[in-house]
């Protein structure tokens, strides 16, 4: 977790080289210690998978790499990188989210960031829709960060 003035290392319209430094420093950070636990929920219904991330205000974060297309809703106060740019987005909006998309940003105030996914075969198991939906699985926080508490019901996608 960084402060709010290290996105400062951003440029307005982010490389992705730039994006993946930002997580790889944020991980560093988390090795000595630092960081934030997220709480997340999972939701389905038939041929849909929702993630439901609550993100506190004043945390930074860089999240995965998405496989796939799929819709995006934010509802609060963030500043995140959205079709090559960074934006604030204050209350409720729905973007849709490209494959081969990597988010950054930092929250102003609480925030939800809800991810809804296709599922067509009803998938339930976290694990493979994690793996199905965003590149190297194994660097979600949850999967990476052991030391930090986790509840197996409720682990989180960053």
């Known amino acids: 977790m960084l402060a709010s003035t290290d996105l400062a290392i951003l440029a307005d319209s982010p490389t992705i080289e730039q994006i ?7 991980r560093e950070l ?35 790499r998405h496989k796939t297309d799929h819709v995006v ?27 081969g998309s990597k988010r950054v940003g930092y929250t102003h105030a609480d925030t939800w960031c809800t991810g809804v996914f296709p599922n067509p075969d009803n998938e339930t198991d976290v694990r493979v ?12 926080q949850c999967n990476r960060m052991p030391v930090l508490p986790r509840r197996e019901e409720t682990p989180c996608l960053v």
């Open 73 to 99: 809703i934010f509802d609060g106060d963030i500043t995140v990188w959205h079709e090559g740019s960074m934006v604030r987005l204050t209350g409720r909006h729905v973007l849709t989210s490209k494959a």
């Open 129 to 140: 829709l994690e793996a199905r939906f965003v590149e190297n699985s194994e660097q979600l």
């Open 30 to 64: 988390e090795a000595q210690g630092y960081g934030v636990t997220l709480k997340h929920t999972d939701h389905f219904a038939p041929g849909t998978y929702v993630r439901d991330l609550f993100i506190p205000a004043g945390t930074e974060l860089a999240g995965a």
């Open 20 to 26: 993946d430094g930002l997580d790889v420093r944020n």
